[in-house]
């Protein structure tokens, strides 16, 4: 490790430190002098230790990226909210109240970027310090909006770093990697684009909690696919035409298997569609659907008979369990029993209650969902 | 023969970035997807959080399905369903009250965890169907049974607009107070069920 090493590697520790110290412990929360101190940051890297900047490649094409993907991304998003529904957006709707949205997103950003294009630029020739200048970042914009309350339990820890951690950070890996090889002002672009945005449409598609975190990080990853193109393009510039195209099919294929897995996964976990999946986390039906066994789940069949698992909702609680008898008195009645129970459930059910039919049972697929589920209960 | 070597050095580094950016996708969408499997007790949640942008909104009452502190002197059992809670609103419904002070009170919080503070801007009564209700505010009358938010447990301060919850873990409590408010007691079971639903904007 050599001097330059050792003094980013100070400086990005005490950006943390004072940062955590400011928010997190004198709970000063005013947006405006946190701009201003990281202005200061910035002059101070900047300034007083001048460099020049590298000369980054297809610019050009990078922006033509970025402002496609997110154009259509919000395109389709919105085309969505036309099946699902849309939902009033609680930002200001004053003409001032937008105006100062805007203005502190713009501001935030661009000294943001500022930031992260002069940390890039001195500590680039060092993959760790890349790295931590992108965790930085990420602790920076997440110290505004998050407190050490949200972490006062595990359930709550868990919410926080799914609804807020992991897409801050999966959008700071996208604009590190997009200020390393084209510069601050694709970044700025895209966490423009990304950001500002929210500040002036009246209403948001009303997509699940997690197909939201689903997109938030999706979205950052796809677009480092997509610009990594432009980078390997550049670096096999010399190669000829054939080998590159054949490189390029070979990844494309790669990605969108990928993909096809994933939306699978997603479209099973969601339950926005016909299908869906349940992890099983108790052992009432031990011997035929045991605890941490995964169901797949039908909400289009409705025809049930005797001897059926069917999967409904009691008391606030999803149970899996099989249908032992039915009446018809006004309308069915159903009665369920646990395989491994001794008795009959306490309970009757109407076709309103019951959310769909076990169609089969993927054997030990739910066992991490079951024990993480555990973990937060107690 | 350089060339060559310099070559097969770049092609490594791309299978590399391609593979760490892939298995990247893989994990942080399957943890995602384990993460939200163990949190859901319904099979559906949305939310109202707003992650994605600088200034985060997360203004909701903490979810789940909430037990009754139950008054009364009926001697025939009062019946308090479970009120069940979601980000925006709470409901109850399987609600039995006979006499007048018979009531189910419902505590309930409401949590701001996004960095803008908010402002309550409506209160909106869910009215049960069997039966017609006038509706003020926070204030819910349905024959016998009256609804209201309240910011105490006994029911008298009703919640208002325009109060303000802080960013970043402002908290409020508030009840859910169903109460019978006829004149005499009910011979036979009747079962009310409504609720209320709350709307924060950015202050």
Request: aromatic letters at 12%.
């Amino acid at each position: 490790m050599n001097k330059q090493y050792l003094k980013y590697l100070l400086i990005e520790l005490i950006l943390i430190i004072f940062s955590f110290l400011q928010f997190a412990i004198l709970k000063q929360y005013n947006v405006y002098l946190y701009i201003l101190e990281l202005l200061a940051v910035v002059i101070v890297i900047r300034f007083l230790n001048p460099f020049d900047l590298k000369n980054h490649f297809n610019k050009k094409e990078a922006l033509l990226v970025v402002l496609i993907v997110c154009l259509g991304y919000y395109a389709i998003t919105y085309f969505l909210g036309f099946f699902i529904g849309f939902i009033k957006s609680s930002f200001s709707r004053s003409l001032l109240g937008i105006v100062r949205n805007v203005f502190f997103s713009i501001s935030f950003i661009v000294i943001l970027e500022l930031l992260r294009e002069v940390l890039i630029e001195k500590v680039r020739y060092y993959k760790s310090l890349v790295f931590l200048t992108c965790v930085v970042l990420t602790i920076l914009e997440l110290l505004f909006s998050i407190s050490i309350m949200h972490f006062a339990s595990r359930r709550t820890a868990l919410e926080i770093l799914m609804a807020f951690i992991i897409p801050c950070f999966a959008r700071n890996i996208f604009l590190t990697y997009s200020t390393f090889y084209f510069g601050k002002d694709i970044s700025i672009v895209y966490h423009l684009l990304i950001d500002t945005i929210n500040y002036v449409v009246p209403v948001f598609p009303n997509i699940s909690e997690y197909l939201t975190q689903v997109l938030s990080v999706l979205h950052p990853l796809v677009m480092i696919f997509v610009t990594s193109n432009l980078v390997i393009f550049k670096r096999h510039e010399k190669e000829d035409f054939i080998t590159m195209k054949k490189k390029r099919i070979a990844k494309n294929v790669l990605f969108s298997i990928t993909f096809m897995f994933l939306f699978l996964v997603v479209y099973l976990v969601s339950d926005i569609g016909r299908f869906t999946i349940l992890a099983v986390g108790s052992g009432s039906m031990e011997g035929s659907i045991d605890k941490g066994d995964v169901v797949f789940i039908d909400k289009n069949d409705k025809k049930y008979k005797v001897g059926d698992v069917i999967v409904f909702q009691y008391s606030g609680t999803i149970i899996v369990h099989r249908i032992v008898e039915i009446k018809d008195i006004n309308g069915k009645i159903y009665l369920t029993k646990g395989d491994a129970n001794n008795a009959v459930d306490n309970w009757e059910l109407t076709d309103n209650n019951i959310k769909g039919k076990c169609k089969f049972v993927i054997k030990y697929l739910g066992i991490p969902t079951v024990a993480l589920s555990e973990f937060l209960s107690e | 023969m350089k060339n060559t070597k310099k070559e097969t050095k770049k092609t490594k580094k791309d299978r590399k970035e391609l593979i760490t950016i892939i298995l990247a996708i893989i994990i942080i969408i399957l943890g995602l997807s384990i993460a939200y499997s163990a949190l859901s007790t319904t099979l559906n949640i949305k939310s109202n959080k707003i992650s994605h942008a600088s200034l985060t909104w997360d203004v909701a009452f903490e979810t789940g399905y909430v037990n009754a502190i139950v008054s009364g002197t009926s001697s025939t059992g009062i019946k308090c369903g479970t009120a069940s809670v979601t980000t925006s609103t709470v409901s109850v419904s399987d609600t039995v009250l006979y006499k007048p002070d018979d009531s189910c009170s419902y505590p309930l919080i409401i949590k701001n965890n996004g960095s803008l503070d908010a402002i309550l801007s409506t209160i909106t009564p869910i009215t049960p169907t069997s039966v017609s209700c006038t509706t003020n505010g926070a204030e819910m009358v349905c024959g016998d049974i009256t609804y209201k938010l309240t910011t105490d447990a006994s029911g008298n301060n009703l919640l208002r607009t325009n109060s303000i919850l802080e960013k970043i873990s402002g908290t409020e409590r508030v009840y859910l107070v169903i109460k019978y408010t006829g004149l005499g007691g009910n011979t036979t079971s009747t079962q009310y069920s409504g609720g209320f639903t709350l709307v924060y904007k950015q202050k």
